[in-house]
């Protein structure tokens, strides 16, 4: 049996205070094993990111870009080698696992223009002779917390950026996923990065502790459920820290009435039950305006979903695969029998559906639930499987009031035709991310991702221009050089522009 080890200080490290199992969810066996960190490894690793800072910091802007267009290409060159980590560990089919990688690059190909995002200002003249220029240094050690359902381009959405920033960083990925993770970190040393630098520890809560308590780290950015959010947050700022905490999502979109039906039902389709639902974008929640409109996008979806194909990584006719592990798989099957327990009609009931020759894995098929109410239990709570709830809403106003009333704002999207509909609805919806047409708007990498209201915690989003702002601290300086032709008095008032 492998074991998943760390990356510390350049090297691989399997110090371990247990070992976990990590599962293949398309047989349900388990497939290696992953070294649990005791808090010593965590603290070597922060060490050595610690003793490493100060030359990097140092290191030109353009020397670190390098590194970075070096690394964009082994992880094309590396990408079927990746998928497949991915697909054993995670279950996402290859056609989904190379989209993720796909989305990962790009915020490398972000990172790629360190010399530029790092730029800061410059005044001439600000006062007679003053010049007065600002600019933006690293903060140190910085940390990662990654999820299960995204192990490469979560992880990418952090590092690359605050590596070229200057920073030190290290990582504490999924446990349940961690090989993806771990090879593409490795990359980076081929890629010419020094021992020290970038760092991965493999741990459960005793290693996050760790890096939210150590004075050293001095930003963590955690991506996961809202519950663990709030407590990273909290931690992590009581402890001095910068933290940005992306938490859970229940993503709702309305379908008007002058919609394209065959446009919405494919975006459904794919939004809803692609990634088997484990997205914090995926649209779980469909709100149709008026029952003409539900009875016909409950119809056309059933219609649909049966031509739907689940079935193992490897196979790129498969549309999703297996959830995590089995406990979510019972996770996702309670919500579904809750809510028929609670009065919703089960169209499509994903609970007893098995893949031939994989029955021991844990699937969950594309299910669909019609007559939902904001009340049920199912509603409320964030499913994170195949699983899509239909609700019935008299007006778009009643559509957008529910969105607006949920603990989430993370994503949304409207179906329509009507332009004044839409820009109303992009302008008042209170939520972070917003798609029109559009079932899963993830910003591209030059702009931000992040929701609202308990979709995160924290003033800044993830990547792009917000996350050149959060691996960074601005720094301005006002200067003047004495000359025999300037001399001035003592002045006591606040200086100003004369």
Known sequence: MSIVGHFINGASNETHSRLQDIYNP???????????????TVEDAISAAH???PQWRDTPPMKRARIMFRYKQLLEKRADEICRLIGQEHGKIVHDAAGELQRGIENVEYACGAPEILKGEFSKNVGPGINSWSDFQPLGVVAGITPF????????????????????????????DPSATLYIGQLLKEAGLPDGVFNIVNGDKEAVDTLLTDKRVKAVSFVGSTPVAQYIYATATANGKRCQALGGAKNHAIVMPDADMENVVNSLL??????????????????????????????????RMSSLKMGVYSDKNNDFGPVITREHQQKVFGHITSAEQQGATIVVDGRKTQVSGYENGFFVGATLIDNVTTQMDSY?????????????????????DMIDEHEYGNGTCIYTRDGEAANYFADYIQVGMVGINIPLPVPVSYHSFGGWKNSLFGDLHAYGPDGVRFYTRRKTITQRWPSANLREGAEFSMPTMK
């Open 380 to 400: 409320q709570a964030e499913i994170f499987g195949p699983v899509l709830q239909v609700i019935r809403a008299k007006s778009m106003q009643e559509a957008m």
């Open 270 to 303: 794919g939004a809803a039950f692609g990634s088997s639902g484990e997205r914090c974008m995926a649209l779980s929640v469909a709100v149709a305006i008026g029952d003409d409109i539900a009875d016909e996008l409950v119809s056309q979806l059933k219609d």
């Open 26 to 40: 398309a047989t349900g066996e388990v497939s290696r094993q992953v070294a649990i960190a005791p808090k010593t």
């Open 51 to 53: 003793a490493a800072f």
């Open 149 to 176: 359902n995204f192990p490469a381009m979560v992880p990418l959405w952090m590092y690359p950026l605050a590596l070229v920033c200057g920073n030190t960083f290290v990582l504490k990925p999924s446990e349940r």
